[in-house]
């Protein structure tokens, strides 16, 4: 059994923090040093950290009905890679100043997908890049009706196009193995649900 890390934020020195670039995405360019395994302090090293809020995402489930639903959407990221454009993804969104993650959560399912869920799950939180990216992924599952509930969602002011999916828990199990799902919060969520789906209380 594991007895937890070595070191902590203590053991960590910022030296400067430089803004390097404010858009959609945030840069920083960071100066620090830490302690060693060995012993000691390591030498200054330089950063580049990309700064970003603190997101959610949802794995939608029908517990009556075994009914999961996906959505999906154009992805600038996945254009030049070996993977399509259009992603098969979970619920996601990015939390705002002095909502809590279960807000914020609601929020994205009924702008994405047009659904209320009736129960959050939390799953687990994770930072999904931490060697260039301060982003921390809240992930949950949510409990909604999924019968008869595929469509087109998203806000145009954010410009989304997002096709919903409702699929038997069997397909979304064939999709996840089959390699249809390219992000690590699906992933982690479609893994989580086939091994949880059954419990008497997953929450």
Not at 4 to 15: F, N
Not at 35 to 61: P, Q
Not at 103 to 132: D, F, N, Q
Request: hydrophobic content about 40%; charged content about 25%.
């Amino acid at each position: 059994m594991t007895t937890g890390h070595t070191y902590g934020d203590k053991d960590v020195r910022i030296i400067s923090k430089e803004r390097i670039y404010d858009g959609f995405l945030k840069f920083r360019k960071v100066k620090c040093c830490f302690k060693l395994f060995k012993g000691g302090w390591s030498s200054y090293v330089t950063r580049e950290l990309i700064e970003k809020e603190e997101a959610v995402g949802v794995i939608l489930y029908d517990e009556k009905n075994d009914l999961v639903g996906i959505i999906e959407q154009f992805r600038v990221g996945a254009i030049k890679s070996s993977f399509n454009a259009w992603q098969f993804e979970i619920v996601a969104g990015m939390v705002g100043r002095d909502e809590s993650l279960e807000e914020v959560a609601k929020r994205e399912v009924l702008e994405e997908t047009g659904i209320c869920v009736s129960e959050l799950c939390p799953i687990i939180s994770y930072l999904p890049s931490a060697g260039v990216s301060d982003e921390k992924m809240n992930l949950f599952c949510g409990y909604a009706d999924l019968i008869n509930k595929s469509g087109h969602f998203g806000l145009e002011s954010e410009n989304e196009d997002i096709k919903l999916h409702v699929w038997s828990f069997d397909e979304a199990m064939q999709g996840l193995y089959g390699g249809y799902f390219n992000s690590a919060a699906s992933i982690i969520a479609l893994q989580w649900l086939e091994k949880y789906r059954q419990e008497a209380a997953l929450c």
